[in-house]
Nanobody, 118 residues
Framework: VQLQASGGGLVQAGGSLRLSCVASGRINSIASMAWYRQAPGKERELVAAITRGGITTYADSVRGRFTISRDNAKNTVYLQMNSLKPEDTTVYCC?????????????WGRGTLVTVSS
């Protein structure tokens, strides 16, 4: 199973970006999918997560600005980022809990860089 994130780039403060993360390979089912970010010198932060049924969780720092969604048929999770701030600048990585028999394995993608200029 591989996860490929895309959609990062350079945007001015107040702008928007939409990240995508596609899971490919031998996949029966994916439970939760999530986006994380880790700025230099800081701990990795959960940005947003979504269950297969659509229940979402957000970090306080992005709630109201970011929206996570997913397309189960496409094994894809999205992160719509609005009202971006310079402090949102960092690499964003996705993960997915993929079913393997009676348990799940967490896979990570490489990430995509988001740069917000002031």
């Amino acid at each position: 199973v591989q996860l490929q994130a895309s959609g990062g780039g350079l945007v001015q403060a107040g702008g928007s970006l939409r990240l995508s993360c596609v899971a490919s390979g031998r996949i029966n089912s994916i439970a939760s999918m999530a986006w994380y970010r880790q700025a230099p010198g800081k701990e990795r932060e959960l940005v947003a997560a979504i269950t297969r049924g659509g229940i979402t969780t957000y970090a306080d720092s992005v709630r109201g600005r970011f929206t996570i969604s997913r397309d189960n048929a496409k094994n894809t999770v999205y992160l719509q980022m609005n009202s971006l701030k310079p402090e949102d600048t960092t690499v964003y990585c996705c993960n997915a809990d993929v079913q393997n028999g009676s348990y799940y394995i967490k896979y990570w993608g490489r990430g995509t860089l988001v740069t917000v200029s002031s």
